[in-house]
């Protein structure tokens, strides 16, 4: 993690304080944005790595700063949150943060997210021993390369884990998968959340993929998910 751009947006100077401390014994460089839109300008101009992000602040909060972020990068963004209701944890993830932290938090638990993260992100996630490189389907093209959806020719922006997890099931078309076993091959092990991440993913993907006639990701009721090919 060393040389690590890290940009935490958090109203709490005390937020601020743990996290550069611990952070910067990990040899990672902090910005440090104490309101939305201060932070919004820190990514577009300091391209940070990962955006450590608070749900509650006053003017922009946390929720529209994720949106407009979305807007502007993929950069991965952690949410802080001291809320404890689903809905609040939902959101987030619709609106394209990674992973979240419920306060109070540990500095090493945001170490260990930040990791997870990353290794999702890395090529081998997906499998090194496939050697197919494109997906083709009626409508639809994956390039693994490139990390490339097409739909009808026409490319679509898929956040990394919305395309890790539409090419795991791609890779095993026909068979069912349950949320617990999506989210211990497409986020890890150590992924910490809520199950439900599952349903927002799949959710997004399907929201992509709209203007095919095909429903290639179905649900399974009481099971999980699956990618069909219909001949």
Not at 84 to 112: C, H, N, Q
Request: aromatic share 10%; hydrophobic share 40%.
């Amino acid at each position: 993690m060393k040389g690590l751009k890290v940009l935490i947006i958090d109203d709490d100077p005390n937020v601020h304080e743990i996290i550069d401390l611990y952070f910067k014994q990990q040899e990672m460089k902090i910005l440090n944005a104490f309101e939305g839109e201060t932070g919004i300008d820190l990514v577009e101009n300091d391209s940070p790595d990962i955006i450590i992000l608070d749900v509650m602040m006053p003017n922009m909060d946390g929720y529209d700063t994720c949106r407009e972020i979305r807007k502007k990068t993929d950069t991965p963004i952690i949410m802080l949150t001291a809320k404890g209701e689903e809905f609040d944890r939902i959101l987030g993830l619709e609106l394209g943060a990674d992973d979240y932290v419920t306060k109070p938090f540990s500095p090493r638990e945001l170490i260990a997210r930040i990791k997870a993260i990353f290794r999702r992100l890395e090529p081998r996630q997906l499998g090194a021993t496939e050697t197919k490189e494109i997906y083709q389907f009626e409508g639809l093209s994956i390039d693994l390369k490139k990390r490339e959806v097409l739909v009808n020719d026409q490319k679509r922006d898929f956040r990394p884990k919305e395309f890790d997890l539409l090419v795991f099931l791609v890779r095993s078309p026909g068979v069912v998968f349950t949320r617990e076993q999506v989210l211990e091959q497409v986020w890890g092990y150590d992924f910490i959340g809520d199950i439900r991440t599952v349903d927002v993913h799949v959710k997004k993907i399907r929201q992509k993929l709209s203007e095919l006639s095909t429903d290639y990701v179905q649900t399974v009721w009481g099971v999980g998910y699956k990618f069909e090919v219909i001949s």
